[in-house]
């Protein structure tokens, strides 16, 4: 979100190919040298876990930490993008621009009544005969795309579009509800529907079709799972700004409309668990359609495992793209100075992020610019988006972060994002430009 107001800087196209008409003349980004874009809410908890995994030291205490604040949490958001290329170049006939990157995002709801009568140990109430839904989308994607911007209102209108082409590796898709039922004098805890998954994963099941155990496939190996080609997919960005008067500029865009077809590595799960609850941790019973538990109950310490008895589906499915929404209005103050509000909302299946940010920009030179503000991200309230870009004559470096509050100890904020890189501007010459009444006679130009 930082970099939405700074339009020559290389990220921004990627949030509205308008912006491509910013970019220099030629210029060149390449992995690892291209940096990488990282985000995630809940950012404690989840920054704890990946330290553990690196250590060696991930419990099943861990884990439940990590699971009971999802549970938290009304929306759980993380997304990775590892640029791998990047090549933009203009024309006379408008801005052209070839990328490869890998997208990696995550996004879910498990913040349910269902969800905290099985997983809270104290007392707990529960609406009988009601389906409560879990949703959830992760999808890890290779996208190559073809941007083109041009001018099509002199100093007044911009247009942009981005063809896409995807290339699906991982993916996996919950649909599963969860409701209590009575029967007789027996309550019931009941699953439903499917997790759509396409990954080389091995699933082990007891003679019940109990779900036992799930793990990576005897012949998985990292680089069979990113050369994965087999599940293809399209799309497009589509972007413009419009310069509504001298000082002020609107934007918007939409990005990544398309979806994903996904063919191979297919191990869908269909839930049709029942489960009696025990009688033993029945408080009340059915007072005007709801149940009562008594403390000590959880699905961590009580066996219930016919809740988790399932059904394989290898049928091949298709899901729809993150598709990201943005939309801006930039006030120039000067030519180094602007204020600008933008705000961007992400929509999966079900699930919906919406952000708003406030930010100024400042050029302190031709080789530096930092910009700054406030933005809400969900329902994170305290962050401060911050941005450095530093320019020289052959490229830029560049780095920002959703959140400087994430980088304190003990912050209250629950939000953190990362977005660093660098590109070069190839084949530009070093010489500056005079005019004419600036040579003498027999002057030479000093090469820089």
Excluded at 97 to 124: G, V
Excluded at 362 to 369: C, D, G
């Amino acid at each position: 979100m930082a970099f939405y107001q700074t339009e020559d800087q290389i990220v921004s196209p990627t949030y509205n190919p308008a912006f491509l008409t910013r970019q220099t003349n030629f210029v060149l980004s390449i992995f690892p040298l291209a940096g990488m874009k990282v985000s995630y809410n809940d950012q404690k908890v989840i920054k704890d876990m990946i330290l553990n995994l690196a250590k060696g030291n991930q419990t099943n205490d861990d884990f439940k930490k990590v699971l009971h604040s999802l549970i938290k949490l009304d929306l759980f958001y993380q997304r990775m993008e590892i640029p791998i290329l990047n090549v933009g170049y203009n024309t006379k006939i408008g801005s052209f621009n070839f990328s490869i990157k890998d997208n990696m995002q995550i996004m879910s709801d498990i913040k349910e009544e269902f969800s905290d009568f099985l997983l809270n140990t104290s007392e707990r109430s529960i609406v009988l005969n009601s389906l409560q839904s879990f949703p959830a989308s992760a999808m890890h994607y290779r996208e190559f795309s073809l941007g083109y911007a041009k001018e099509i209102i002199e100093n007044k209108l911009t247009i942009g579009l981005r063809a896409k082409l995807y290339f699906g590796k991982f993916s996996m898709n919950s649909d599963v509800k969860g409701e209590v039922v009575q029967k007789g004098e027996n309550y019931y805890l009941q699953s439903h529907d499917m997790v759509k998954l396409s990954f080389p994963v091995k699933i082990i099941t007891d003679a019940d079709s109990i779900l036992r155990s799930i793990s990576t496939s005897d012949g998985f190996s990292v680089g069979n799972y990113l050369m994965n080609s087999g599940n293809t997919g399209a799309g497009f960005d589509l972007g413009f700004t419009y310069k509504i008067n001298h000082d002020l500029v609107l934007s918007a865009s939409v990005v990544d409309v398309g979806k994903i077809n996904w063919r191979n590595n297919l191990n869908s799960i269909k839930f049709k668990g029942e489960n009696q609850f025990p009688q033993e941790f029945v408080k009340a019973p059915n007072n005007n359609g709801i149940l009562i538990k008594k403390e000590g109950f959880s699905a961590e310490s009580t066996n219930i495992p016919e809740l988790y008895k399932i059904e394989l589906d290898n049928t091949e499915y298709s899901t729809n793209l993150p598709t990201n929404f943005y939309a801006g209005i930039k006030y120039i103050v000067n030519s180094n100075f602007n204020i600008g509000l933008v705000d961007r909302y992400i929509y999966v299946r079900k699930l919906a992020f919406n952000s708003i940010s406030l930010a100024v920009v400042y050029k302190f030179n031709k080789k530096l610019t930092i910009s700054t503000g406030y933005s809400v991200i969900n329902n994170s309230y305290f962050n401060i988006p911050f941005a450095l870009i530093y320019k020289w004559n052959s490229g830029q470096y560049f780095v920002g972060t959703d959140n400087l509050f994430s980088y304190i100890p003990n912050s209250s904020s629950g939000f953190a994002g990362i977005t660093f890189g660098t590109c070069f501007y190839l084949f530009k010459s070093k010489n500056e430009k005079y005019s004419d009444d600036e040579y003498l006679p027999f002057y030479k130009v000093k090469r820089r």
